[in-house]
T-cell receptor
């Protein structure tokens, strides 16, 4: 177990709706990254939060947004859901942006858009 | 941006044999190369990593090699066991980015008893 927890584990939404996914980082970790993993593919970097500020973003549209809270937990929000947003959403936490530390992943949230 | 290619996409080996998975990367600035194992219904689990100042690293039955000049790195699993069956991902990143990783497309490893 990595100590990174995500909720919910599964979610079904309708096209056009909005969704919020949550991640609690491992104790002592101040950096959270979000990844999208389509079926049969490797995870793709969405964005990263460090001490409540966005620090780096992958090739995802603005309807993907996030937050990090003072306790370093994080949310991923997706607006105007599309069918292609169906995927496993993973968060990963690490301890410090300037040090060589490992990233530990949660179990993911399986989002299905119908 | 970084691009990571991974081969093969599927690999079947007999229990006790060795398995090798290879990856190439495009960005010479990348200096951190982790390998993850993902079992069905779970998130990726870090199994070993290597930094660009090291050419090889071992941890029991698992080893990783890195060739910076050729921009490729490989995962070697010896004495494979059925519980090694999973999807394996290589990734590349660089220091200071706190693990903004670019992943390969994965290798489904099946260890046959």
């Amino acid at each position: 177990e990595t100590g990174v927890t995500q909720s919910p584990t599964h979610l079904i939404k309708t096209r056009g709706q909005q969704v919020t996914l949550r991640c609690s980082s491992q104790s002592g970790h101040n950096t959270v990254s979000w990844y999208q993993q389509a079926l049969g593919q490797g995870p793709q970097f969405i964005f990263q939060y460090y001490r409540e500020e966005e620090n780096g973003r992958g090739n995802f549209p603005p309807r993907f947004s996030g937050l990090q809270f003072p306790n370093y937990s994080s949310e991923l929000n997706v607006n105007a859901l599309e069918l292609d947003d169906s995927a496993l959403y993973l968060c990963a936490s690490s301890s410090d942006i300037s040090r060589d530390t490992e990233a530990f992943f949660g179990q993911g949230t399986r989002l299905t858009v119908v | 941006g970084e691009n990571v290619e991974q081969h093969p996409s599927t690999l079947s080996v007999q229990e006790g044999d060795s398995a090798v998975i290879k990856c190439t990367y495009s960005d010479s600035a990348s200096n951190y190369f982790p390998w993850y194992k993902q079992e069905l219904g779970k998130g990726p689990q870090l199994i070993i990593d290597i930094r660009s100042n090291v050419g090889e690293k071992k941890d029991q039955r698992i080893a990783v090699t890195l060739n910076k000049t050729a921009k490729h790195f490989s995962l070697h699993i010896t004495e494979t066991q059925p519980e090694d069956s999973a999807v394996y991902f290589c990734a590349a990143g660089y220091s200071g980015s706190a693990r903004q990783l670019t992943f390969g497309s994965g290798t489904q490893l099946t260890v046959l008893p």
